[in-house]
């Protein structure tokens, strides 16, 4: 018994024995027994390192929906695990199996770094765990290694770069480069947002790339006036954005710089003048009215003591979705065919605007663009309307 209960899958095989046999005994029922206890969220997140900020606003968002519901989700109290996964690929796989053989979470929400989530995806995909990601955009996990049990609240590493292209080519940018740290995030989006630039007779002529999460700069952005481009793209986030659009401010270039809206989220305040005037893309940013929106700020706000950003927004609708589904099965989690039924059709109320799931389990949304004037990511506009990611070689069975 010890044996079976160290796996996901078998601890729900042992659940539904025990609802076979307490059901035949008397009251009370193996499924009351169940739907009593409170479900296992796993959060594997970074809590340490140049994402930390990134992993806490989701936590407190998710916090946030659990709080807004009285506590309980689907009628089950909800008990979270942390995991600080320090958005290290190497420790990935070992701490999703801790949390999903260990401490046996129903659910694992998780994460923020492409490289880890290619690990947590690989060991969910084997248990069979609910899996929603909050933030990692790693084309594949909703592509050609899509699964019926992982869902995405946040985007596809393509989405907010191909938008930041495409509205630079419709500008008649024929050549830009892209510089951002070497893996999957920092290729994936330079690849968006050169079919962006594509699309309209534009040409990404080089990518410049250093490790992940190195900060040292400067032999990159000598390159950048020997390459003949009328713009710069970028694909940097938390601490090593601020780092990053300092030190181009500092360097005195003479072409602009622009980027995936990570580049300033949540980091303007620590940027400062250095960022004043820059256009990013995302699918996020300051301005967009909307009741769910302004309630959701001011609720963070109160909460963290600081202003929402993207991350924070993709964890409200990580609880959201999780929310959907569990309220639809009234907490019972094994009932699988109606729990994803019900996230796959999912329209959610996202203080980015209008939001649904695609087939493929990731998110359509528009991509706004935004400008950072006086500490804001002001939206100017939207890139592109309902943007889906292509989903290539997904098929979900
Ligand atoms: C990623 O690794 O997928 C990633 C990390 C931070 C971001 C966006 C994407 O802000």
Known sequence: MAKLLSTGVSRRRVLQGGAALTAAATVPTGWAIAQAKPLKVGLMLPYSGTFAKLGENITIAVEMVIAEKGGKLGGREIELVKLDDESKPELAPQNADRLVKRDQVDVLIGTVHSGVQMGIHKVVKESGTLTIVPNAGNNAVTRELCAKNVFRTSFTNWQPAHGMGLALGKRGIKKAAWITWDYAAGAESGEGFKQGLEKNGGQLVQMLTLPFPQTNFQPLLAQVPGLGVDYVGAFFAGGGAVQFVKDYAAAGLKVPLCGSGFLTEGVLGAQGPAAEGMETALHYGDGIDNPVNAAFRKAFKDKAGRDADVYAVQGYDA??????????????????????????????????????????????????????QGGENKVIGIAAEQLADPGTGCKIA
């Open 319 to 372: 609880g959201q979705l999780l929310a959907i589904g569990l309220e639809a099965v009234k907490g019972k989690i094994e009932d699988e065919a109606n729990l994803y039924k019900a996230m796959e059709n999912a329209k959610l109320e996202s203080p980015r605007g209008p939001a649904k799931m695609s087939k493929d389990h990731n998110i359509i949304h528009n991509i706004y663009l935004r400008k950072a």
